[in-house]
């Protein structure tokens, strides 16, 4: 469900990057296609975003992680970014 709902939302802006990019900077041109932009987001169950996140402190290991919820519907925003909070956020330990 949150795989076709961000679709829905990311799919004109895909769109217009495309076009954009082809005209100004045609190697950009395939960061903007739309599976790739969904499979490299924290977009999908609860256990596919903590997957996505361990694999990103493995690799990356950032000290931060922003997220950008894509509804317009702050109620939607809201309770995505509590599921979150509550499910999938894993506690850090307290620095020293």
């Given amino acids: 469900q949150a795989k076709e709902e ?3 939302w ?3 802006f895909a769109e217009r990057m495309r076009m954009t990019t082809q ?3 045609p190697g950009w041109t395939p960061w903007f296609e ?3 932009m969904i499979d490299d987001s924290l977009i999908g169950t609860e256990a596919e975003v903590a997957d996505k996140l361990d694999a ?3 690799d990356l290991s950032p000290r931060t992680v922003l ?4 509804s317009p ?3 939607k925003r809201r309770a995505d970014l509590q599921t979150f909070a509550a499910k999938v956020r894993q506690p850090q ?3 020293a």
């Fill in 6 to 8: 961000a679709r829905a």
């Fill in 23 to 25: 005209k100004m900077q």
């Fill in 34 to 36: 739309l599976d790739r």
């Fill in 73 to 75: 519907s702050f109620a």
């Fill in 56 to 58: 990103i402190a493995r």
């Fill in 93 to 95: 330990p307290a620095l």
């Fill in 67 to 70: 997220l950008k919820p894509l």
């Fill in 10 to 12: 990311l799919q004109p």
